[in-house]
């Protein structure tokens, strides 16, 4: 629930706002279901009232508990000029001495009630305005709207505000309003018949613009992407939203945010409380200091060593950075997701105050910054910004460019602990199957093969130890291509099933030249449709975490799994002894987090099916796991990517076919070099 805003000069039966929400019928069950299981909901805690108009009739048709008043001799015709002026009348006649404040919005608006509040709490109520984003049609519609120069309206789509005064005046003489319409626009001639009889036009503020946001980029679908950027953060309303769905989004968005402020400030009384503690130098506090307490800093970590140095990434609109064997790259995508919320967070600091002071200073570019992850405190970022000082009230008015450096810091918040519904760990931290209602299912592994029979062994040791005599549920199906090694890969197989009679192992042997997709499409005919398919490499090892985050992460119908495997150096190029070599230490010099590999992927076959399976007219190396996975990000599902450090792709040399495809012939030579040793190996080869 919102914290009440109340102002003391309110008397205690005088409502602060009375929003009318204008609908259509065939709204009353998708739009406004989720209007008012939503921001709606809340709006008694700002001490206002939501109502929402619709045609004559319409009661009937009202979700439960939904207020809807249908107005008499009103129709759902477009554009709904009767209906706002109606609308604007009831408010009028019911409710014109109950409330300070009175707006018109849309079903398909979204409404910051805390942001409302406190926007209206510093009005003058008692004077007559007109609030909302001031407009003048569009370029074809200008002089054919009967305005006159300096004249605009409020645009009705992202909402307006009438004070009392204003509503007051404009009540009476609505009805003579309606017979003399001059356009088809209604928010145009609300706007006119309001300058009549109030006296008073749409406000020219220039943050009007941006309270009041209205997205005519993309008006069909809206607040569909990303909602971190400072034009949502900044409105006080949202329009518009056309999809249910999408409200109920937002609501949540706007919640964990509140979260987020909440929890800054728990963070802020701790740090007071450790300032306090090292003043009193209290050792018996009742407070017990940890890293949140501490103040913000650079210097929170002193390294002992240079190993312990905490290297920045330097950044600009190409990113520059000694750790990567690229030296000048584009900027990461979860980088610059992470940069652009920290500039919107530190432009929403500047600006907290920038009605008092009549001016806002917007965000340009990154000239330049630094940024690095400390592992024991959160994200340390210096950037230097530009941006634009816009000054908008007194006499000199102007807009000039600013520089300014920032040091910001992200903290970690406390440490959350969720419970697994399939494991517990045992005194030695091993993962465990724990008997529930809801068994964990089995995981279908599918490996194609050609060749290479001794990785398979090492693959099938892997196999016996972790699922044949582990808790795990898991079936094997291996797709044998021709090699001469088949017939004793087919008697290992036959070996471990004797030995373990309820262990699921199959071989099916395939025609033809090696092709990975071709061999995982076969592999996954062979299970149903609620079957969990994990397509995996002979070359990977596993555990029995890693493949319970198989079972947890693909979730049918919903996420498919494509796990970051870590994926080994060559083990010759970081030490010398077989003892060293058979070692994974998880390292710079040891490997690397393969990012760019989807060939490994959990999920299940029906979800498979709905994007129609791998192209099995590539063939050879690679491209196939690429294509599925673009296929998979088209669809209506969550691809879910996390790094996995207990699934590891062991070294081996790669030969590439000239006579690849061209695409799949550099792909191979990518990967090929990628696997050669980390950047400062190879630099300490070669210098």
Known sequence: MLTPVLDPRLDPGDGLVLIGVMTARKFLNDRIS?????????????????????SAGSEPHAPKGVPVIGLPGVDDTYPPQKKSFMMLKYMHD???????????????????????????????????????????????????????????FCMGGPGMVLTRSTLNRVGPHINECVKNLYTSHED??????IRKFAGVSCTWAYEMSKLFFNNYKQPQSSFSHSLRNGEIHNAMTLHPIKQPAY??????????????????????????????????????????????GIPPSLMKTVPKTKEEVLDFEYITTQQLSGRNSNPKRAMERH???????????????????????????????????????????????????????????GKHKRTVPVRRHVYVQQRFGDVQFTEDPYVVSSPELTPRLVPTSASPPTVNFIVPLAGRFQTFLRFMRNFEEVCLRGDIRASLSILLFPDSDNQKMENHVNELRQRYSSGDMRVIPMSGAFSRGRGLQEGSNLFGDNSLLFFIDVDMSFDAASLLRVQLNAIQGLQVYYPVVFSQYDPSSRCDTAACQTKTPYDDDGGYWRQFGFGIAAMYNSDFKAVH????????????????YERF?????????????????????????????????????GSKAATLASARRLGEVVL
């Open 34 to 54: 989720a209007l008012y299981a939503t921001w709606a909901k809340d709006v008694q805690s700002i001490r206002g009232k939501v109502l929402i108009f619709s």
């Open 94 to 152: 019911y409710y014109k001495d109950k409330y300070r404040f009175f707006m018109r919005a849309d079903d398909d608006v979204y409404i910051k009630l805390d942001k409302l509040a406190n926007f209206l709490h510093s009005i003058n109520g008692s004077q007559a305005l007109f609030i909302g984003q001031a407009g003048l049609g569009t370029s074809d519609e200008i002089g054919r709207m009967n305005l006159k120069p300096g004249e605009n």
């Open 188 to 193: 145009v001639e609300v706007g006119r018949c």
């Open 247 to 292: 409200q109920f989004r937002m609501h949540r968005y706007f919640l964990k945010l509140k979260s987020q402020g909440i929890r800054q400030k728990k963070l802020r009384l701790r740090r007071q409380i450790f300032a306090m503690d090292q003043e009193l130098k209290d050792r018996d506090s009742f407070y017990s200091p940890s890293r949140l």
């Open 335 to 393: 980088l610059r997701e992470g940069v652009d919320y920290t500039v919107m967070q530190v432009m929403e600091m500047i600006n907290i105050d920038a009605r008092q002071r009549g001016r806002t200073i917007d965000f340009k570019e990154i000239l330049y910054g630094y940024c690095r992850l400390n592992p024991l405190h959160g994200a340390d970022y210096v950037l230097d910004l530009l941006m634009v000082y816009r000054k908008h009230k």
């Open 613 to 628: 399976g791998f192209d099995v007219s590539i063939e050879g190396w690679g491209k196939e796991d690429v294509d599925l």
């Open 633 to 669: 990000l088209a669809q209506n599902v969550t691809v879910f990517r996390a790094v996995d450090p207990g699934l590891v792709h062991n070294f081996h040399r790669i030969v590439c076919d000239p006579g690849l495809d061209a695409a799949q012939y550099q792909m191979c030579l």
